[in-house]
């Protein structure tokens, strides 16, 4: 219908295309200019070469061999691949598991849920602060309650799985509110017939529930992913990336390479290899939940 | 059994809020401490003086922590007004407006939405830089105002399910555009306004890398970056820093405890942040 009243009126159709590109003038400035523009601008700079004062200059492809060759960026990758698998399976965990006590019809159950989600929705930042004292070694609040001298945030084999906790703890509602709307999407008639077949809490739980909640876990994979992959307030808040580079996640590598060693060039490659990295996650993704999904209709 | 196994869980679940709560509780509790307090008596002792000292000189002392809030604030307002302004308008268009090239530009405005934050970061900073805006006020607004391609998504879907004969009756009255979305359109998405609105001022309120990099010295500091540079000069002098914490947590907590009900639908329907 609307294409015949295009087709009939050529007038109409020119003004739709002065009124629509009118009224999305103003946020596709925005979009070009601080969000595709500057992706463009990453990508020139990681060929030049930049200390934030003196002026820009042509490289070619040195940024690139000095960040690919020395060990520091591959240690980072490696930190926050290590990060995310510590992070993400946990939360995920947990989350599902609050998330099935909630949903049980407890009085007070809205109570707890609120309380879990209130770390989630403060500055990170802040947060970390806290944990920074909470954590710290002689007067922190955990070492003086526990009465031991733990360098939770010193020691170099305790300070990743540390930052993970504290990031753990501050996403678990997030995970725990959607798996909550999952599973109470789930129509009783299912599981109703379920039981009926027999099936105890167990089985209705693992064959019937996580298969139904698959749509809910790609989301928070997908965003849980992408968001570890970036985490950048905590670690500064917590380690700067210390102690011996060991929670040196890209996002802290980046920053440090830009704003204490000056070197934007470097900065710039480690950026354009997190995007790739990142568009690359979203699209596998993407494509092996397309796949399951066309699976499970046939 | 039935009754043993409701202990339990409610057991499993008072531990788990414990947990989540004692941070802040911690903090707030240091917060109201002398310093003398912090040093002799068990952290989960109460105030006792109570004082206020901490926060006065955090709010007032050398790290002025009264200007980050209110440069905290400004900034997230004007960002809020231009987004949402700019949003709506983009969203009627792409709901509404049959216009060439629009399912190629969404197409361009969902891509933007896997855009890492952090990547853009460091080119922003050298246009920032190269424009003069470096370390001034609208360094920390102009990148946000305008776009959220996340808010165009989110409004797009909503204008959507407004029926387009409330928009035709208003056009045979005579009613332009922007008639249509200041009398009908806005008035109609009013719960999906507020989320956007919860949804913005808290990221704006919680956001630390970009002000950190983009500002220097206390001028243009918001709280995030105030209560980090406090506690590298504090260090150690957690009183004064736990003050800082609280100040940037409280508003939180009781904008959530408010609004709770809206920002737990906040997050389901746009998995913020």
Redesign the interface.
Known sequence: M?SNR?RRHPGI?RR??V???A??A??????V???????L??VW?SFQS?D?IGPIGFVGLDNYRSVLSDGVFGNSLLVTILFVALVVPIQTLIGLG?AS??T?D?P?SAW????????????????G??????L?PT?G?LN??VGARIEWLSDPALALPTVAAVVI?TN???VT??FM?GLLNIPEQILEAARIDGAGPVALFWQIKIPLLRPTMF?VLV?TV??A??V??QV??LTQGGPAHTTDV??AR??YE??SAFD?GR??VM??V??VV??VI?LAQQLYFRRRVTYEMD | MKWTRTAGIYLVLGLGAAFTLAPFLLSILTAFKTREQFAGQSVLAWPDPFTVDNIVRVLAGPAEFGRAVLVTLLAAVLILIGQLVCSILAAYAFARVDFPGRQVLFWVYLSTLMIPPVVLIIPLYLMMTQAGLRNSFWSLVLPFAFASPYAVFLLREYFRGIPQELIDAARLDGANTLDVLVEIVVPLSKPIIATLTLITIVSHWNSFMWPLVVTTGPQWRVVTVATASLQSQFNGNWTLVMAATTLALVPLLVLFLVFQRQFVRSITISGFK
């Open positions: 609307a295009r159709r739709n295309t009124t629509g590109y009224l999305l103003p946020s596709l400035f925005g979009v200019c601080f969000m595709l523009l500057p992706v601008v990453v700079l930049w934030l609050a006590l909630l049980r407890l007070g707890f849920r609120t309380i879990y989600v209130l770390p989630w929705i403060c500055a990170p930042l802040a947060l602060v806290v944990w920074k004292w909470i710290a007067d609040a003086t309650l703890w678990v509602g997030y509110l959607f709307a989301f965003t992408i968001s992959f970036q950048f307030d500064y808040a890209v996002a980046i920053y830009a704003f934007l900065a710039a950026a354009v997190l995007l990142l568009v979203t």
